[in-house]
């Protein structure tokens, strides 16, 4: 059902969003077919009834270094998402391109990506289905190291980093249609306390990487752009550097709207990680 909400008065949905339950061990998620005996995802979750609240009206309010995520009207040439060397190729250049222009950054070098669809998913084609957990991508740690990583490999001296601020940026999108279920939640990235965040491992057949999952409070305010569009793009702050703005890391979900029609269509969507440098002494956007 919907509601007016406290939160600057804008109408909001009330939905369950899954917060990792205090006192559960440290999470580990197995990005592969885990060993004999070990379970694909630990860790014990909580469906939290939160407040939504549509975020349209006041859209030109929210960015980046401030909340930790941004509403773009970012139209793509590109129409086929099925093809990976295609989707770097093509909409790689375009990504790079939307978001040095939304930060102001000198470089932006896009990285990897994920396209989502659940029923594509469970019928075996290579994509992922909507994450419904709070989380964050990256951590203090895995953050810049994974920039170090994807700059080696582009075959620059990952010692640039020093000295200079860089980010770890999403760019979400959805494809082929508006969303119309499992809509993306954003959690204002100043109502999150420290003890909020938890270190969660990604173990994959190679390494061991680390996003955030979250504990779950009341003060969370939590936003969403109902029936995002193709001609639309939404980013994320899943890192930054910089230790003197609110926004460092997002806490963001998918989740289940209730007002998504019967019969909604599956939401299929792609997002890209981009490492965003901004050059030294580059201080944050107000």
């Known amino acids: 059902m919907t509601a007016e909400t406290s939160?600057?008065?804008?109408?909001?949905?009330?939905?369950p969003l899954n917060y990792l339950a205090h006192g559960s061990e440290r999470p580990v998620r197995y990005n592969y077919t885990p060993p004999p005996g070990a379970v694909p995802q630990s860790g014990t979750f909580v469906a939290e009834p939160v407040p939504v609240a549509d975020a349209r009206p006041i859209a030109d309010r929210f960015t980046l270094d401030r909340q930790g995520f941004a509403l773009l009207r970012e139209p793509t040439a590109v129409t086929d998402f099925d093809d990976a060397e295609a989707i770097r190729r093509d909409y790689f250049p375009?990504?790079?391109?939307?978001?040095?222009?939304?930060?102001g950054a000198d470089r932006v070098i896009a990285f990897d990506h994920n396209v989502r669809s659940a029923p594509l998913a469970q019928a075996g084609v290579p994509v992922k289905e909507p994450v419904k957990r709070v989380h964050n991508d990256f951590t203090e740690r895995s953050g810049p190291r994974r920039a170090e990583d994807e700059l080696a490999a582009a075959?620059?001296?990952?010692?640039?980093?020093?000295?200079?601020?860089?980010?770890?940026v999403n760019l979400w999108r959805?494809?082929?249609?508006?969303?119309?279920?499992?809509?993306?939640?954003?959690?204002d990235a100043r109502s999150i306390a420290p003890e909020d965040f938890v270190i969660a491992d990604l173990v994959?057949?190679?390494r061991v990487?680390?996003?955030?999952?979250?504990h779950h409070r009341p003060e969370h305010?939590?936003?969403?752009?109902?029936?995002?569009?193709?001609?639309?793009?939404?980013?994320?702050?899943?890192?930054?550097?910089?230790?003197?703005?609110p926004a460092r890391f997002t806490a963001h979900s998918?989740?289940?709207?209730?007002?998504?029609?019967?019969?909604?269509?599956?939401?299929?969507?792609?997002?890209?990680?981009?490492?965003?440098?901004?050059?030294?002494g580059t201080a944050p956007r107000a």
């Open 7 to 15: 939160i600057d008065r804008l109408t909001a949905v009330t939905a």
């Open 94 to 103: 375009e990504v790079e391109a939307a978001v040095r222009a939304a930060t």
């Open 155 to 168: 075959g620059i001296d990952p010692a640039i980093l020093a000295g200079q601020r860089f980010a770890l």
């Open 174 to 187: 959805p494809i082929r249609a508006p969303v119309e279920e499992s809509p993306l939640a954003f959690c």
């Open 204 to 206: 994959y057949p190679d």
């Open 209 to 214: 990487g680390e996003i955030y999952q979250f």
């Open 221 to 245: 305010r939590w936003y969403y752009f109902p029936k995002l569009a193709p001609e639309e793009a939404l980013l994320i702050k899943c890192y930054d550097s910089a230790t003197d703005g």
């Open 254 to 280: 998918a989740f289940d709207d209730p007002t998504s029609p019967p019969g909604a269509r599956p939401r299929e969507s792609i997002e890209v990680r981009t490492l965003v440098l901004y050059g030294p």
